[in-house]
């Protein structure tokens, strides 16, 4: 069993529209809203992954797991129940079904049918080599390879941690208004971080890549120079000082900072802020929001993206939403329950972090187009002020706007030109301010490092993007 | 976790029995059940009720470790996740350390975890309190809106087994409720909304104190109208008590055995010197049963125990699991970490606190000439680097001038460096909250912190 042609030791999973068939997801929908409800669905997951982990030199350790189940959601006006099994037969589902209708019940009743009618598929990303039928030897020799690159790149590197991961989730959305949808999403993930001592003490660097495509990425994706990446940057800071205090202009790499709009509108632009009143967005769609220069997109449809999906986690197809069109708000995310609420067409933006999780309204790829602007000369037409060459994570808070995001990699700029290496620290702004405040953006567009997304306890993958751009005013927080 | 005979036990020493010549195994199994009501406008949101199980096992032989999980308990699912387990060894680096927890005869801190009567507790008894609580909050002040109220409960029980003669099982349950508050102010462009939340947690619904919670969310959202951005300048800061416990989690992943043996601590030589200030003693002990993650056994089935890690300024000890004391020459401290049975034991803190001062936040506040009262943190997971010490994270609070507190302060950083942020503790109060997190909280003042504003 191993050391064969399968990744797998316990063989490949069945296909989950063959566990449960239409008939039974008619019948557990029909059941659902026999109490009165007005609506039901049944989420179903099998997801299997792989993931392994090299640190000090040694391969930890192999992780196969294996994830199985379905939530069932069941509305009735306001309210919605909700109830998760792991248990996929018809019994095990119909008493998923009555939990979820017994907690979202309002007396009533009545027999409705439900007749459901699959849906095309829609399969932005292509997938070449399931990662599950990979050999788990190529998968940790791909560790190695990385962990030799990041040490051979300098004698400063005194540790390193990589981390592979993939998955194919398999997922099955019904609903009683007739949806039936089967999608499958493959993920690949490589991540390494080093660490660098020096006489200043240790400094960190970090580097990752994931796509929704299988293992054929690493044909072209070339891992040692992501190890060395991550290595050169833990080096670097080693002479790298304390960063600067206060409010100065900030430029911010191509293909790093889509962080920077994820938090400062990102979030604030989806419809279960604005339906509660809990976003400075709310009310101003039409109204000039951003700086002319800025057209934001979210896109859950562009092909092998982390963010990237054919149908969103309520079954609906996934496209491209145009938020910001040259500054001005054109159209919030959307989910199934707040459409309904506002009357008008979902998004595609209804996503969860598994069968266990409700869905709610969530980015997928979101990014800023191209601007006019040349990347040489946005830096040299800054006198004095940050250079961003990585972010690392950040957060908002939707309803002040207020938001942070760290940096990673950040130099001064000191009369147009990059110079410095400076410690790590957090930024912080007020998203419509800092919408406003960019007032220099290239024509340089690049996709980020793949991202986790968390909102209300849950987590998703999520894309972004940007070119490098100017803020002319953004408070750094830093020591000097 | 309390303990208690589950019939999990059975499950596990089911696995380990399979267990070939050489090889180790330990299996870990658990169940679990949650319930979330999310109130709205006095209407159910959503109502959550919901059953999950799962098993991880790990196989070790000849120094390669394998693990694999599935979240079922069927009997067809176990035997498949064995056999992956045992096919990732040939995987692993040969490691001379890997090895299982073995008993080490510490006597167990029995705790009280499990509640019957949170287990019976009826259904519309949680929306009501939901609903109870978020006309609490929403009655209190005009300005104040409430974004959600929520009541949540959740038990679980688990045990695990292995060949190196752990055997342990155990359950625990406990609730809670929270609320979210908006409050508005002003109009036009000068209109600003801020936010708050409060809490309260129990074993059972009976020891809610919805009034405070209501009470301290409303205080939350409010206090920050009207907020401005100072200068930037070098203050003293004196953290709440919710932050000071964000704090020592950041702190306590610099303790951390597992980040010591492969040099990621920057205390990793440290041990025996001073690198807190006087009177500075920072103590890990879930077998306190104030605690909110007081347990009984740590995840790899051993006591859990008292530890001092910091004592009067200076490093006495870090934190171990099996593993990582192995590799250092030392025993476990009981400190092993399990997310869950999708994962591996891993090493942290269980519950940390400072061994409090006398002083109310009041009578801190008084002495500090120029400062800030730090009642917000934002951004602790992308500001903070625990490996090099940087620390910088977002922040709003109140501004102290002579000894009073007081116009709002936001869009603010505040920024130092771990190691010397431990040095320049200028005082700890004596108002200790057992919160929701695995540390304590108190007011702690911190001088010479550089605030960035305008």
């Not at chain 2, 032989?61 to 996740?81: K, Q, W």
């Not at chain 2, 269980?350 to 400062?371: C, F, K, N, T, Y």
């Not at chain 2, 917000?376 to 102290?400: E, K, R, Y």
Request: aromatic share 6%; with cysteine; hydrophobic share 40%.
């Amino acid at each position: 069993m191993s050391g064969g042609g399968h990744g797998r030791a316990a063989g490949l999973a069945p296909r989950l529209v063959d566990v449960i068939a239409s008939d039974v997801l008619e019948r557990v929908l029909a059941g659902a809203v026999s109490t009165g409800a007005d609506f039901a669905e049944v989420y179903a997951e099998d997801k299997r992954s792989t993931s392994a982990g090299l640190d000090d030199g040694r391969v930890e350790q192999v992780t196969s797991g294996r994830d199985r189940g379905a939530g069932i959601r069941v509305v009735a006006g306001e309210t919605t129940g909700f109830a998760y099994t792991s248990d996929l037969s018809e019994p095990g589902l119909v008493a998923a079904a009555g939990a979820a209708a017994a907690a979202a019940s309002r007396g009533g009743g009545g027999v409705r049918t439900v007749g459901l009618t699959a849906s095309e598929p829609h399969r932005p990303n292509t997938v070449e080599r399931d990662p599950d039928s990979v050999e788990k030897a190529a998968k940790v020799e791909l560790l190695q390879r990385m962990n030799e690159a990041a040490r051979s790149f300098g004698p400063e590197i005194v540790q390193v941690s990589a981390g592979y991961g993939d998955s194919r989730k398999q997922v099955l959305v019904a609903n009683t208004d007739g949806v039936l949808t089967n999608d499958e999403i493959v993920r690949t993930l490589l991540r390494i971080s080093a660490v660098a001592n020096g006489d200043t003490g240790m400094q960190t660097g970090y580097q990752s890549m994931g796509h929704t495509v299988g293992f054929e990425i690493f044909d072209t994706v070339d891992v040692e120079e992501l190890a060395r990446e991550a290595a050169r940057q833990a080096i670097t800071k080693l002479r790298a000082r304390p960063a600067p205090s206060g409010a100065m202009p900030v430029v911010i790499k191509h293909g790093t900072g889509g962080v920077l709009f994820h938090e400062a509108c990102g979030h604030g632009l989806e419809a279960d802020h604005i339906q509660k009143g809990a976003s400075v967005y709310a009310g101003k769609v039409g109204q000039q929001v951003a700086s002319p220069l800025v057209t934001l997109v979210d896109d859950g449809t562009m092909p092998g993206e982390w963010g990237t999906l054919g149908f969103d986690d309520e079954g609906h197809i996934t496209q491209r939403n145009v938020l910001i069109e040259d500054g001005v708000l054109t159209d919030y995310m959307w989910d199934f329950l707040r459409a309904r609420k506002d009357g008008r067409a979902q998004s595609g933006n209804g996503r969860r972090q598994s069968y266990q999780h409700l869905p709610m309204v969530r980015m997928t790829n979101t990014f800023v187009l191209d601007g006019p602007d040349d990347a040489d000369d946005i830096v040299a037409s800054t006198p004095n002020g940050v250079y961003v060459a990585k972010l690392g994570g950040g957060s908002v808070n939707t309803a002040s706007g207020d938001f942070v995001f760290g940096m990673t990699e950040a130099y001064l700029i000191e009369n147009g030109e990059i110079t410095e290496p400076l410690r790590d620290g957090n930024l912080i702004g007020n998203g419509p301010k800092v919408l406003q405040d960019i007032d220099m953006l290239a024509d340089d567009f690049a996709m980020g490092s793949p991202g986790t997304c968390g909102k209300d306890g849950q987590g998703v993958p999520v894309g972004d993007g940007q070119p490098t751009l100017r803020v002319k005013s953004l408070t750094v927080g830093g020591t000097a | 976790m309390t303990r208690f005979e589950s019939e999990l036990q059975v499950v596990a020493d089911r696995v380990i029995e399979q267990a070939r010549p050489g090889e180790q195994i330990e299996a870990f199994v658990t169940r679990g059940g949650e319930t979330e009501v999310r109130v709205y406008q006095g209407d159910v949101e959503h109502f959550v009720s919901a059953q999950s199980e799962g098993v991880g096992i790990r196989v070790i032989h000849e120094g390669r470790t394998g693990f694999a999980y599935a979240g079922t308990l069927d009997e067809e699912a176990i035997s498949d996740v064995l056999a992956e387990a045992r096919d990732n060894v040939q995987f692993g680096t040969v490691d001379e350390w890997a090895a299982l927890a073995e008993p080490d005869g510490v006597a167990v801190t029995e705790q009280s975890l499990w509640s019957d009567e949170l287990a019976d507790y009826p259904t519309d008894r949680k929306i009501d309190l939901a609903k109870e609580l978020e006309k609490l909050a929403s009655g209190a002040d005009p300005r104040v809106r409430v974004d959600d109220s929520n009541y949540a409960d959740a038990q679980g029980e688990s045990a695990v087994a292995s060949t190196t003669g752990i055997r342990m099982s155990g359950r625990e349950n406990g609730c809670y409720v929270s609320v979210s508050t908006l409050a508005d102010d002003g109009e036009g462009d000068a209109a600003e909304t801020q936010t708050g939340f409060g809490f309260s947690v129990g074993r059972t619904p009976d020891e809610f104190d919805l009034d405070r919670a209501a009470r301290e969310a409303v205080d939350r959202a409010t206090r920050l109208l009207g907020a401005t951005q100072p200068p930037s300048r070098r203050l003293t800061v004196v953290l709440d008590p919710f932050v000071t416990a964000q704090f020592l989690g950041v702190i306590s992943s610099t303790l951390n055995g597992e980040a010591v043996v492969k040099g990621r601590s920057l205390f990793r030589d440290r041990l025996g010197e001073t690198v807190a200030a006087a009177g500075v003693t920072l103590v890990d002990d879930p077998t306190n049963p104030k605690a909110y993650t007081a347990t009984d056994v740590d995840g790899e089935g051993l006591a859990a125990r008292r530890n001092v890690l910091i004592r009067d300024g200076v490093l006495e000890q870090f934190v171990h699991n099996s593993y990582s004391a192995r590799r250092a020459g030392t025993v476990s401290t009981g400190n092993a970490t399990r997310g869950g049975f999708a994962g591996t034991p891993g090493v942290g803190c269980l519950a940390l606190s400072l061994d409090p001062g006398a002083r109310s936040q009041e009578e801190l506040v008084a002495d500090v000439d120029d400062g800030l009262l730090v009642q917000q943190m934002q951004g602790l997971h992308s500001g903070v680097n625990p490996i090099s010490g940087d620390f910088s994270t977002g922040a709003a609070g109140l501004l102290i001038s002579n000894g009073t507190v007081g116009a709002p302060a936001r869009e603010i950083t505040i920024a130092s460096t771990l190691q010397r942020m431990l040095l320049d503790i200028v005082e700890i109060g004596g108002d200790v909250e057992w919160l929701p997190m695995r540390a304590a909280g108190m007011s702690l003042v911190i001088r010479d912190v550089t605030m960035s504003g305008s």
